[in-house]
């Protein structure tokens, strides 16, 4: 199974960007995928889930700024990020797992076994 994110960048505070995960060799409307990201000096923290059902789930700190959706056809899941801050300066990751995870588990990193490589959001005015 292979994840590949992109669609980060630079961008100024208040503006939006939408990630993007590419998935193959896993049907994607079999798995739940989810966003995490890890900032300079950081540890890594979830941002956003949706499972395999399309319910989704996000951080307290983000919650009302992101949507995270899929589309099953293009085996994609995307993350819609508005009102961006500079504490949102990270690595945004995706992350996949190969068997259904249960509520208090979704938002553990450890939980997930394919992880994409990673792509750089710069707040910044």
């Known amino acids: 199974v292979q994840l590949q994110a992109s669609g980060g960048g630079l961008v100024q505070p208040g503006n939006s960007l939408r990630l993007t995960c590419a998935v193959a060799?896993?049907?994607?409307?079999?798995?739940?995928v989810a966003w995490f990201r890890q900032g300079p000096g950081k540890e890594r923290e979830f941002v956003a889930a949706?499972?395999?059902?399309?319910?989704?789930y996000y951080s307290d700190s983000m919650k009302n700024r992101l949507t995270v959706s899929r589309d099953n056809a293009k085996q994609a899941v995307y993350l819609q990020m508005n009102m961006l801050r500079p504490e949102d300066t990270a690595v945004y990751y995706c992350a996949a797992a190969s068997s259904g995870l249960i509520l208090s588990t979704l938002k553990n990193a450890n939980y997930y076994d394919y992880w994409g490589q990673g792509t750089l959001v710069t707040v910044s005015s």
């Open positions: 060799g896993r049907t994607l409307r079999t798995t739940e």
């Open positions: 949706i499972r395999r059902n399309g319910a989704t």
